[in-house]
C-alpha cells in the first residue's frame, strides 16, 4: 500500500501481486488426414513459442514502463512530503518560539520577596487582633 500526495488530496495505491502460473500449452492436432497416414506424426516446430516469447517481453516492457512511471509518481510524492515535513517543521518551531517570548520567566512563577513580606505582615496583624481580643 502506498500512499501520496497529489493536487492537495491524499491518494492510496494498493498493489496485489498476484503469482505467476504457467498453463501447459495444448497442441492441437490436424483435423484432416491424409489417406495411408497413421495417427502418429512427428511433432512439428512450435511456433508459438517465439511469439509467445514476444509477447512476454512485450508484457515485461510493459511493465517495466509502469515500473517507471511508478517510481517518478513516488519519487515525486515523497518531494511533496517532505516539502511539506519542512513547512511543518518550521511552523512548529515558530509557535514554540511565540510560546517561549510569552511565557512568564521563571523567576515569576515563584514567590518573591514582597510576596513574603506582605505575608508576614499578615501573621503579624493576625497575631496582634488575637492578642487584643483575648
Same mark, same amino acid.
Given at each position: ?6 493536487? @492537495? ?24 488426414? %491424409? %489417406?495411408?497416414?497413421? @495417427? ?11 511469439? @509467445? ?18 517510481? @517518478? ?23 514554540r518560539n511565540r510560546v517561549t517570548s510569552n511565557s512568564p520567566t521563571v523567576d515569576s512563577q515563584f514567590l518573591q520577596l ?21
Open positions: 500500500m502506498i500512499q501520496f500526495e497529489k493536487d @492537495g488530496t491524499i491518494q492510496t495505491k494498493v498493489r496485489h501481486r498476484t503469482p505467476m502460473v504457467s498453463v501447459p500449452k495444448i497442441k492441437r492436432k490436424p483435423t484432416s488426414q %491424409k %489417406k495411408g497416414e497413421c @495417427g502418429f506424426s512427428s511433432p512439428e516446430p512450435d511456433n508459438q513459442d517465439s511469439s @509467445g516469447s514476444e509477447a512476454q517481453l512485450m508484457k515485461h516492457n510493459t511493465r517495466i514502463r509502469k515500473k517507471g512511471a511508478d517510481l @517518478g509518481e513516488l519519487q515525486s510524492a515523497i518531494e511533496s512530503i517532505k516539502e511539506t515535513q519542512e513547512d511543518i517543521k518550521r511552523d512548529i518551531m515558530a509557535l514582597k510576596h513574603y513580606i506582605f505575608i508576614l505582615l499578615l501573621v503579624l496583624l493576625q497575631l496582634i487582633i488575637n492578642f487584643l481580643f483575648k
